[in-house]
């Protein structure tokens, strides 16, 4: 019998784990995030590097943007789900906390947190994105 493993962990370049989005731009099929601050490389001594992503060849069909409960709380919620160009449209003015960050074939997740300037509580949120390009980190080391 022949046996197939599949790798666990790829070994990612960057950290985006607490790390604010603050825009984000469509530019024809890619999409670019804007980071506050940068994100942390994944290695010693785990330095901060201002930074921006831009994943290419996105393919805006299979894009959403999932906003939940407030505050992340469990239970009923009414939540909403808007595709990827209609948040950069509707949301002009935002700070999205990344908490958690997912890699699959052609597909990333990034869920954290939303903080709208009138609003007090944070949103949960998730966005996820299916692409057939490249993901880039472009960092100012």
Sequence with gaps: MKETILEKNNHLPYSL???????????????IFIFENGYIKMEEPYAQFEGTIIIKNVD??????????????YG???????????????????SFEIVDELYGLNQVQYSGYLSLPDKEDVIACSMDLYYIGDLIYITKE
Excluded at 17 to 31: A, K, L, T
């Design 17 to 31: 784990y607490d790390m604010r989005v603050n825009e984000i731009q469509i530019n024809e099929d890619d999409i």
């Design 60 to 73: 805006y069909d299979f894009c959403s943007v999932h906003l939940l409960s407030r505050n992340g709380y």
């Design 76 to 94: 009923r919620f009414n939540g909403k789900k808007l595709d990827i160009k209609e948040f950069v449209r509707e949301f002009k003015q935002y």
